[in-house]
C-alpha cells in the first residue's frame, strides 16, 4: 500500500497533509524519516509513525455517528444532503452505512467497509437488537404496548416480531427496542395501533448506545476494539 492512502485510509492525514507531513520529516518507516508519499510499505509489517505516534493500521474501520434530521443514506443528492457529508472526508467514499435512518429519524447510525460483519448485524436470524426513543401523536395505552410486545400486522402479509417496550417520560413516549429492520418499520408498527410517530430516535444498536458513546448530534468516531468486539458478538448469534 502507499504510504499516503495507508495514513488517509487510517484517518491519520489526507493524502495532500501527508506531502507536507513529509517534507517536514514528520513521518517515519521503521524508524526512517519517509522521503516519498508514495513509496509501498507493508501496512500490517512495517512501522509508521506520524510526530512519533505508532499509527496502527486498521484493516476494516466501523464508525459511529449520532446523525441529525435531514441528512439522508444515499448519495444521491437530489434525495437530500448525504450522511456521507458528516463523515471525515477520507473515510466518505470507503465507508457504507448498516441499515438505514430514514431523512427525518435521529441517532445512532453505523458505517463499516466490512461486508462480514454489515452482514452480520442486519441478518435476520441473529435477531441484533435496535432501540428506538419514538414521540407519538397520541398516548400509548397499555393496550397499545401489548400489541406491539406480541407482534402487530404491518400491512402486505407482514407481521412484526414481538418488540420489547418500556414507558418514556409520559405517554405520547415509548422506548421500542425491535430485532427487524423492516421497511419504515417502526412507523408502521405505530400504525397497526392507529397512531403516528411525530419523533424516532435510535439510541441503541447491538448493545452499543448513544449515551455510552457521548456523541453530540452531527459528531461520530471510529468504533474501538472492544465496541466491535460487542458488535461482533451480538452479530455472531
Same mark, same amino acid.
Given at each position: 500500500?502507499?504510504?499516503?492512502?495507508?495514513?488517509?485510509?487510517?484517518?491519520?492525514?489526507?493524502?495532500?497533509?501527508?506531502?507536507?507531513?513529509?517534507?517536514?520529516?514528520?513521518?517515519?518507516?521503521?524508524?526512517?524519516?519517509?522521503?516519498?508519499?508514495?513509496?509501498?510499505?507493508?501496512?500490517?509489517?512495517? !512501522?509508521?509513525?506520524?510526530?512519533? &505516534?505508532?499509527?496502527?493500521?486498521?484493516?476494516?474501520?466501523?464508525?459511529?455517528?449520532?446523525?441529525?434530521?435531514?441528512?439522508?443514506?444515499?448519495?444521491?443528492?437530489?434525495?437530500?444532503?448525504?450522511?456521507? @457529508?458528516?463523515?471525515?472526508?477520507?473515510? &466518505?467514499? &470507503? +465507508?457504507?452505512?448498516?441499515?438505514?435512518?430514514?431523512?427525518?429519524?435521529?441517532?445512532?447510525?453505523?458505517?463499516?467497509?466490512?461486508?462480514?460483519?454489515? *452482514?452480520?448485524? +442486519?441478518?435476520?436470524?441473529? *435477531?441484533?437488537?435496535? %432501540?428506538?426513543?419514538?414521540?407519538?401523536?397520541?398516548?400509548? %395505552?397499555?393496550?397499545?404496548?401489548?400489541?406491539?410486545?406480541?407482534?402487530?400486522?404491518?400491512?402486505?402479509? !407482514?407481521?412484526?416480531?414481538?418488540?420489547?417496550?418500556?414507558?418514556?417520560?409520559?405517554?405520547?413516549?415509548?422506548?421500542?427496542?425491535?430485532?427487524?429492520?423492516?421497511? *419504515?418499520?417502526?412507523? &408502521?408498527?405505530?400504525?397497526? %395501533?392507529? @397512531?403516528?410517530? %411525530?419523533? +424516532?430516535?435510535?439510541?441503541?444498536?447491538?448493545?452499543?448506545?448513544?449515551?455510552?458513546?457521548?456523541? @453530540?448530534?452531527?459528531?461520530?468516531?471510529? $468504533?474501538?476494539?472492544?465496541? +466491535?468486539?460487542? $458488535?461482533?458478538?451480538?452479530?455472531?448469534?
Amino acid at each position: 500500500m502507499r504510504l499516503d492512502k495507508f495514513l488517509s485510509e487510517t484517518n491519520t492525514l489526507s493524502r495532500k497533509d501527508a506531502k507536507a507531513a513529509i517534507k517536514s520529516g514528520l513521518i517515519t518507516v521503521n524508524g526512517i524519516p519517509a522521503t516519498d508519499s508514495s513509496v509501498n510499505i507493508s501496512e500490517e509489517i512495517d !512501522e509508521i509513525r506520524y510526530k512519533n &505516534r505508532i499509527i496502527p493500521y486498521l484493516k476494516n474501520i466501523t464508525y459511529a455517528l449520532n446523525k441529525p434530521a435531514g441528512y439522508v443514506c444515499s448519495l444521491n443528492e437530489a434525495d437530500g444532503i448525504p450522511v456521507h @457529508n458528516l463523515l471525515p472526508p477520507e473515510l &466518505r467514499k &470507503r +465507508l457504507n452505512p448498516i441499515g438505514r435512518l430514514d431523512k427525518n429519524t435521529t441517532g445512532l447510525l453505523l458505517f463499516t467497509d466490512d461486508g462480514d460483519l454489515a *452482514h452480520s448485524l +442486519l441478518s435476520p436470524k441473529n *435477531h441484533v437488537e435496535k %432501540t428506538y426513543l419514538v414521540n407519538t401523536l397520541k398516548p400509548v %395505552t397499555d393496550e397499545d404496548k401489548n400489541r406491539l410486545k406480541d407482534g402487530v400486522n404491518l400491512g402486505d402479509g !407482514e407481521v412484526s416480531l414481538p418488540a420489547k417496550i418500556m414507558s418514556g417520560k409520559d405517554d405520547f413516549e415509548i422506548i421500542l427496542t425491535i430485532c427487524e429492520g423492516k421497511y *419504515h418499520q417502526v412507523k &408502521r408498527m405505530m400504525q397497526a %395501533t392507529c @397512531n403516528k410517530v %411525530t419523533a +424516532l430516535k435510535r439510541i441503541s444498536f447491538g448493545g452499543l448506545t448513544l449515551e455510552n458513546m457521548k456523541l @453530540n448530534e452531527g459528531e461520530g468516531k471510529i $468504533l474501538s476494539e472492544a465496541e +466491535l468486539s460487542e $458488535l461482533r458478538l451480538k452479530g455472531s448469534k
